[in-house]
Nanobody, 121 residues
Framework: VQLVESGGGSVQAGGSLRLSCTAS????????MGWFRQAPGGEREFVAV????????LYADSVKGRFTISRDNAKNTVYLQMNSLRPEDTAVYYC???????????????WGQGTQVTVSS
């Protein structure tokens, strides 16, 4: 599975962005899809994950109520709608594919190259 993220950019605090991650291959719907982020000098941290069908999701406390993960299996794409952005959301955002919906980084088998999100105050 190859993953390609897009939609990053620069935005002021309080603004919104929508990230997309498109997968190659015909097995997309068999993977749960997650979003992680990594700030400069920091470790890659969990943001959100969505089940294979899209019926359930899990969020980090830091983004709960502000970010929404969704997927379109017909388009092989997972989305991350980010609202009420804060400067501390600034990071490179990565999507990943895993067999079971989990926040555990080590469970992810495939990763995209990342997309930069910068939030200014």
């Amino acid at each position: 599975v190859q993953l390609v993220e897009s939609g990053g950019g620069s935005v002021q605090a309080g603004g919104s962005l929508r990230l997309s991650c498109t997968a190659s291959g015909r097995t997309f719907s068999s993977y749960a899809m997650g979003w992680f982020r990594q700030a400069p000098g920091g470790e890659r941290e969990f943001v959100a994950v969505i089940s294979t069908s899209g019926s359930s999701g899990l969020y980090a406390d830091s983004v709960k109520g502000r970010f929404t993960i969704s997927r379109d299996n017909a388009k092989n794409t997972v989305y991350l709608q980010m609202n009420s952005l804060r400067p501390e959301d600034t990071a490179v955002y990565y999507c990943g594919a895993t067999r079971e919906a989990t926040w555990a980084l080590e469970s992810y088998n495939f990763w995209g190259q990342g997309t930069q999100v910068t939030v200014s105050s």
